[in-house]
């Protein structure tokens, strides 16, 4: 059974940081392209960064220089970084894994930004 189990999400300043992770079970999760994804109330599911099998890393501009994904594949687990968090960064965060025609996502883990 594919599991994608995130976490770290929580309540934090404008400004501050957080690192969500997403933990992954029943998948050979090296060979899996990893991402992660957003949706805010009312909107449509975005996505925020990828790492691909190999390492190699895109995150979209709203986040550049702010958000970083990482994975470790000893942990079967993929990163996300956030710093300098603004108030538009709120959001639920869901991770995703891909390979071929296959998608699994996680449950989630909320991201709120307010002071």
């Known amino acids: 059974q594919v599991q994608l189990v995130e976490s770290g999400g929580g309540l934090v300043q404008p400004g501050g940081s957080l690192r969500l992770s997403c933990a992954a079970s029943?998948?050979?999760?090296?060979?899996?392209?990893m991402a992660w994804y957003r949706q805010a109330p009312g909107k449509q599911r975005e996505l925020v960064a990828t790492v691909t099998s190999g390492g190699r890393t895109y995150s979209v501009d709203s986040v550049k220089g702010r958000f970083t994904i990482s994975r470790d594949n000893a942990k079967n687990t993929v990163y996300l970084q956030m710093n300098s968090l603004k108030p538009e960064d709120t959001a639920g965060y869901y991770c995703g894994a891909s390979l071929d025609n296959k998608m699994y996502w996680g449950q989630g883990t909320q991201v709120t930004v307010s002071s």
């Open positions: 029943g998948i050979f999760f090296r060979a899996y392209n």
